[in-house]
């Protein structure tokens, strides 16, 4: 049994992509985050795990609602606390939903595909395998993490503490797996949607995701106003 696990701020403008900010406003940059969501829930719900689980900070509106539903994601609230926190938080939800393999990603990357989340789950599940799963970000950071066993009593030491958001973070979050001994499975290097050159790059590689149709839309509306 496994799970996969979408960790998520709700598409609300000025809280979410603010570094999208210009050339995009608020409300566009709102708009790229809940394409980028739905493609990234999209791309879980693909994925040959046993459960779905959708964390999120605030509350989903209606449209979000109906696809996290739709695709079979229970939801729980993200908790107060630095990413180091939430994410072990996360891992601990998964965990009490099934002591199996849990693969975590971010709203960040819309031009994943399922089959490496698939290449992920198989590498855990099956024995001897491998005991975690890690796959950097070229900012530094990393836009998946997975663990064989999130209920073990040494997950909350792999995951808090690591520093966020800077261009070390990935390697601190390997380096801990690493030095408890984890056979660590490395998975493909992607760009996370944090700028506007980055939400092009990413449109290019996936053009047929929801996050490129929202974005040209906008491109679009930006070119005629």
């Given at each position: 049994m496994s799970t996969v696990i979408v960790l998520a701020k709700a598409p609300v403008p000025g809280r979410v992509k603010t570094r999208l900010c210009p050339p995009f406003t608020p409300e566009e940059a709102a708009e790229l985050a809940a394409a980028a969501l739905s493609d990234s829930l999209g791309i879980a719900a693909a994925a040959a795990a046993d459960h779905r689980l959708l964390v999120l900070d605030g509350e989903p509106d209606f449209e979000l609602r109906l696809a996290y539903l739709d695709a079979g994601f229970i939801r729980e609230p993200q908790v107060t606390g630095t990413l180091d926190v939430r994410i072990a938080a996360a891992f601990a939800d998964a965990a009490r939903l099934d002591p199996g393999p849990a693969l975590l990603i971010g709203m960040d990357t819309p031009q994943a595909s399922a089959s490496v989340l698939d290449d992920a789950l198989a590498a855990?599940?099956?024995?001897?395998?491998?005991?975690?799963?890690?796959?950097?970000?070229?900012?530094?950071?990393?836009?998946?993490?997975?663990?064989?066993?999130?209920?073990?009593?040494?997950?909350?030491?792999?995951?808090?503490?690591?520093?966020?958001?800077?261009?070390?973070?990935?390697?601190?979050?390997?380096?801990?797996?690493?030095?408890?001994?984890?056979?660590?499975?490395?998975?493909?290097?992607?760009?996370?949607?944090?700028?506007?050159?980055?939400?092009?790059?990413?449109?290019?590689?996936?053009?047929?995701?929801?996050?490129?149709?929202?974005?040209?839309?906008?491109?679009?509306?930006?070119?005629?106003?």
């Open positions: 855990m599940t099956v024995r001897p395998g491998h005991d975690a799963a890690f796959a950097p970000a070229e900012d530094g950071g990393f836009w998946a993490l997975g663990l064989r066993e999130p209920a073990h009593p040494r997950t909350a030491a792999l995951l808090l503490g690591v520093p966020m958001s800077r261009s070390d973070t990935g390697a601190v979050q390997l380096r801990r797996l690493e030095q408890a001994g984890l056979d660590v499975l490395h998975l493909p290097m992607l760009r996370d949607v944090d700028t506007a050159d980055c939400a092009y790059a990413a449109a290019e590689l996936a053009p047929d995701t929801a996050f490129a149709r929202r974005l040209a839309g906008i491109d679009a509306r930006m070119r005629s106003a």
